[in-house]
């Protein structure tokens, strides 16, 4: 899969002269336009299938879908995700609400755990806790 992460429309318009006649999957980072999508398959014809990121997977125009089934090609939301990686994994986040639940307090938890009081609330409020 050929990847091209671009800034913006004209960064990726030069980006995707690298893809190559072989790459059969591109990931873009912008929405996907018919313009974008012209351009992809100028340089590679042979395209089975198009990711973008989900969000802007749900903002591709109904033309741009109906050009490229009409073509056999595929386009999904990316499997990428944005943004900083979790600075705390899934086992340390289910023991801040394992620690809430059995009664303790969200300064005992950052205290105890050595995690910053704003972190502690920001887990608990996303687990409705």
Do not use: H, W
Not at 59 to 83: C, D, H, M, W, Y
Not at 87 to 104: H, P, V
């Amino acid at each position: 899969m050929k990847i091209i992460n671009a800034v913006n429309k004209e960064d990726l318009m030069r980006k995707i002269e690298t893809i190559n006649a072989n790459d059969k999957e591109v990931y873009i980072s912008l929405r996907p336009t018919l313009e974008i999508v012209f351009k992809i398959l100028e340089k590679n014809p042979g395209l089975k299938k198009i990711s973008c990121p989900q969000s802007l997977y749900l903002q591709v125009s109904k033309k741009v879908f109906k050009f490229l089934n009409g073509r056999g090609i595929e386009i999904t939301p990316g499997e990428f995700t944005a943004g900083r990686p979790p600075k705390y994994d899934d086992e340390t986040i289910a023991q801040i609400i394992s620690k809430r639940r059995n009664g303790n307090t969200a300064k005992q938890i950052s205290e105890e755990m050595n995690i910053p009081l704003r972190t502690v609330y920001f887990y608990l409020k996303k687990e409705k806790i």
